[in-house]
């Protein structure tokens, strides 16, 4: 656990960031000069059947100089089961996660891994004061993701107003520590670490973030019904 307290920034080649890129052919070029900066590693994680991982490939060829590793698996592994699987080939202190949708810039995430001076963990919130929505959700997504939010408070306690914002960054050995006892694969995965890690004695920080909405999201309606049914089933075992 979080032992000392020093303040600042964090070394930004101490941190990695994990992309989990399911069926991205289509946008993960721009997410990709977007963190073309980037000093860290960048573990891109492809269990989808499209042409994402040689759009990588092809980028990181162009730019030897970039730490870019593209993991490949020949079936889906869900968000929760790519995260996990790009958090285990990383070896640097601190490990981030983002969406590969861009809607977290780099530099709200690079933000985010300097909170770790401080705190094991940094999550990004749309919802706390100070946050900037530079396109917002539709109504329906804004209400269900309230809803959400109210039903991840009864169940487990947490007291985030985001537990879903795809951006969010930890120190490893809190990772470590709590990962070995993660059961969730899909979407509702940023829950449970949350709770292991509180259940662990971990602070973690909520953020507010600059995020900007995307069309494309890849959350469907049968997706939120297993998310729900496997908080509950997390929930009450």
Do not use: H
């Amino acid at each position: 656990m979080l032992n000392d307290t020093r303040d600042g920034e964090v070394n930004r080649a101490d941190c990695t960031l994990v992309i989990p890129a399911y069926n991205e052919e289509a946008r993960i070029g721009s997410l990709l000069e977007g963190i073309s900066g980037f000093p860290g590693d960048l573990i891109f994680v492809c269990d989808g059947t499209d042409a994402t991982p040689a759009v990588i490939g092809a980028f990181a060829d162009d730019r030897p100089s970039l730490s870019i590793r593209c993991l490949t698996f020949p079936s889906r592994l869900g968000k929760g089961g790519g995260i996990v699987a790009g958090v285990r080939e990383a070896s640097t202190p601190y490990i981030g996660y983002m969406d590969a949708d861009g809607s977290t810039s780099l530099s709200e995430m690079e933000r985010l891994f300097d909170r770790l001076a401080t705190v094991d963990g940094a999550i990004g919130s749309r919802w706390v004061p100070g946050s900037v929505l530079t396109v917002r959700q539709g109504l329906r997504r804004r209400v269900e993701s309230r809803l959400f939010n109210l039903l991840v408070r009864m169940l487990f306690g947490l007291d985030y107003r985001d537990t879903q914002c795809g951006a969010k960054v930890f120190r490893k050995e809190a990772l470590d520590a709590v990962l070995p006892s993660i059961r969730s694969t899909g979407f509702e995965f940023d829950v449970e670490l949350l709770w292991r890690l509180r259940q662990n004695g971990y602070r973690v920080e909520e953020v507010p973030t600059t995020w900007e909405n995307r069309d494309e999201s890849k959350v469907t309606t049968s997706d939120a019904r297993a998310m729900l049914l496997g908080m509950l089933r997390l929930r009450f075992g």
